[in-house]
């Protein structure tokens, strides 16, 4: 991180508590009753003017800050902090109007226009102008401001906008191209172009993988995966330096997305260029709702490095943009902002503070909902507010770390659910979060952890798909198993370098002699195909022929049916202290909690829960707090955890110094 600084106030630590506050969608005298009920609920600071463009500067050049020096005032009179917007998340009418080659273009050169949000290229000179002028006039206006508190550049970076394939685009991604490969016949040696005849000889014949006629070529796709998340970086780091230069003793931050399938934006890359890490989380519906919950706010507070973090938006209840929207169930709102507590933020807020009457989100929930304070909704909101206040006290105590990690690395997302692969079934996120629900079913803590984090912390190490395996970084996993450390992967692992050039000589490629075994061929499954394992196990998607090619090499599972049958399916290595292990198909978390169970055996890691409270909580520790999260609808008895009371309620959350 460029700095671990936290907000700007005064006062002893506390949890910080609120939302985003839209004051330009009410009339001026509902203000006053905002910050009136703010106070009432315990907010004690809010995020402002994230989508006020068009209201700060009407046409251009003239702006209009009477209404925000307005509510920056009142908020600051009612003690009442402010993470302030820099506006810049969607361009007003005028803009677009004026230069409509700020709008994106997508895959098939359609122009995505103006209407809803985002609508602007990352790479546009035109816009970052306009942009980054509104920054620099409220970074001088604001600067000294008492009620400031952070800066938020822009508002969820990418979310509607980061595959643009533009003619701007085009010619950012060349210049990026120049700087990571320097020549063109290194460019054609790692995009393989000599395969159907793609060899460039100028770099004005390089454009995004726009659609062709066929496959575009896959090294084009990743490095666009990986341009397009660095150009959204860049223009990150624009207004960053901007606000710096105003306002040195400003901390800044943006909300990532750390959240379910959202994947163009390399986060663990992100974090150095803020001063802390803030996140956005929605849940989807599902039976391993609450666990991506918890697997989000783990990865979350590891790519922050463990110091704090924020929590700038999730929802008191029901969303607006699923399919079926349905609120949440009683004890839930606080359940789900106190596991996100637990896992290391330092503030908890919500999108957004009052419930608008129009617009787009009109039905997404909010502190303050369409029914008022006379209501169930607004109740939990004091009581939730009321218990972050007494939980002030382990402000900036880090999360304790665990002795097992999941490995979380965005380059093997991308790569691995690339086109022209051995089947498209396969889910990266999907198999990484099914590991983290059997560790959570066994009762044992895992850290969900970028691929930069130190491994040897920890005893057991997950690496679900590490599709993308470099030379350094299979020797660095090489000497984590040879240091006793156990590695455990699965199948598709290991194939290709960065490059997306796959290892020769037989898979799993470069962690092949690592894991002593060989395999000659993929073997993907049909939706319809399931293979049964000898340890009562059913694998889907994949299998692989697995052959060992170490006499050491032990077999935990083999296939028991079809073409595999008698075949390993699951293997352990040995290596002095360590071991390193494959699971070849995809068990789900209820097939690998068997799996893992037997593999912590070996590796002499074992849960501290009773046996009867296994998979029913989920335990976190942030210094001398210990966590417990139930599972469950229903209550539970969690006294040999050592609670002050006995029972924990369905969907309740204890948290007590241990």
């Not at 643009?164 to 191209?177: E, I, N, T, V």
């Not at 995966?225 to 901390?251: C, G, H, M, N």
Request: hydrophobic share 40%; proline share 7%.
């Amino acid at each position: 991180m460029s700095s671990p600084r936290w907000l700007r106030r005064d006062g002893a630590p506390r949890l910080e508590f609120g939302a985003d506050y839209n004051p330009d969608q009410w009339p001026r005298d509902v203000w006053d009753s905002d910050v009136r009920h703010m106070r009432e609920a315990g907010v004690t600071i809010v995020s402002l003017a994230i989508f006020s463009w068009a209201k700060l500067e009407p046409a251009d050049g003239e702006f209009d800050f009477a209404w925000l020096d307005d509510a920056m005032d009142l908020l600051h009179a009612n003690g009442i902090l402010v993470d302030l917007a820099t506006a810049t998340a969607s361009p007003p009418p005028w803009l677009t109007a004026a230069h409509p080659s700020i709008l994106p273009v997508d895959r098939l050169g359609h122009t995505i226009w103006p209407g809803g949000r985002q609508q602007w290229r990352p790479t546009s000179p035109i816009f970052r102008r306009y942009a980054l002028r509104l920054v620099s006039v409220l970074a001088e206006r604001y600067r000294d401001h008492p009620a400031l508190a952070a800066w938020h550049v822009s508002n969820e970076l990418g979310c509607h906008n980061i595959y643009d394939y533009s003619d701007d685009a085009a010619a950012a991604f060349r210049g990026w191209l120049r700087d990571r490969y320097v020549t063109l016949d290194e460019l054609n040696d790692a995009w393989g172009t000599a395969f159907w005849a793609q060899r460039y000889t100028d770099w004005a014949e390089i454009i995004p993988p726009r659609l062709a006629a066929t496959h575009p070529n896959p090294g084009q796709q990743l490095d666009f995966k990986r341009f397009s998340s660095d150009a959204l970086k860049q223009y990150l780091v624009e207004e960053r330096t901007i606000l710096r230069a105003a306002t040195p003793d400003v901390p800044i931050t943006t909300n990532f997305m750390v959240m379910g399938e959202t994947k163009g934006m390399d986060y663990a890359d992100w974090a150095s260029e803020v001063d802390f890490v803030s996140n956005d989380h929605y849940r989807q519906p599902g039976p391993q709702s609450l666990d991506e919950l918890s697997f989000s706010a783990n990865l979350t507070g590891n790519i922050a490095g463990g110091r704090p973090w924020f929590l700038m938006e999730h929802s008191t209840s029901a969303v607006n943009w699923q399919p079926i929207n349905v609120p949440k169930k009683p004890g839930e709102l606080a359940r789900d902002s106190l596991l996100h507590v637990a896992h290391g933020a330092d503030a908890v807020c919500f999108f957004q503070w009052r419930q608008s009457r129009a617009g787009a989100e009109k039905y997404h929930s909010a502190m303050l909902p369409h029914a008022g304070t006379d209501s169930d909704l607004f109740r939990a909101v004091k009581s939730l507010g009321d218990r972050l206040t007494s939980l002030s006290s382990l402000a900036g105590t880090p999360r304790t770390r665990a002795r097992a990690a999941i490995v979380f690395d965005w380059p093997s997302w991308w790569a691995s659910e690339l086109d022209s692969h051995p089947t498209d079934r396969l889910r990266y996120r999907q198999e990484a979060l099914d590991w983290y629900t059997a560790f959570l079913d066994l009762g044992v803590r895992a850290d969900v952890v970028p691929l930069s984090a130190p491994l040897e912390d920890y005893d057991v190490v997950v690496a679900p798909i590490l599709h993308v395996v470099p030379a350094d970084l299979a020797k660095r996993l090489d000497a984590y198993v040879s240091a006793g450390g156990h590695l455990v992967t699965t199948y598709f692992s290991g194939i290709v370098d960065e490059h997306d050039h796959v290892w020769l000589g037989g898979y799993p490629g470069a962690l092949r002699d690592l894991l002593g075994i060989r395999i000659e061929e993929f073997a993907p499954l049909l939706d319809d195909e399931s293979a049964a394992l000898s340890n009562g196990t059913v694998g889907t998607v994949w299998t692989d022929r697995i052959d060992l090619t170490d006499e050491s090499t032990e077999v935990l599972a083999s296939y028991d049916s079809g073409e595999m049958s008698g075949r390993p399916a699951v293997t352990r290595r040995p290596v002095g202290n360590g071991s390193a292990a494959y699971v070849s198909t995809r068990l789900g978390a209820t097939g690998l909690t068997p799996v893992l169970s037997t593999l912590l055996d070996r590796a002499n890691l074992h849960s501290d829960l009773p046996v009867a409270l296994r998979g029913q909580v989920e335990v976190a520790q942030r210094g001398d707090f210990r966590f417990v999260v139930n599972r469950t609808d229903n209550p539970l008895d969690i006294t040999e955890l050592g609670a002050p009371e006995p029972t924990l309620a369905a969907r309740g959350v204890a948290v007590f110094r241990a």
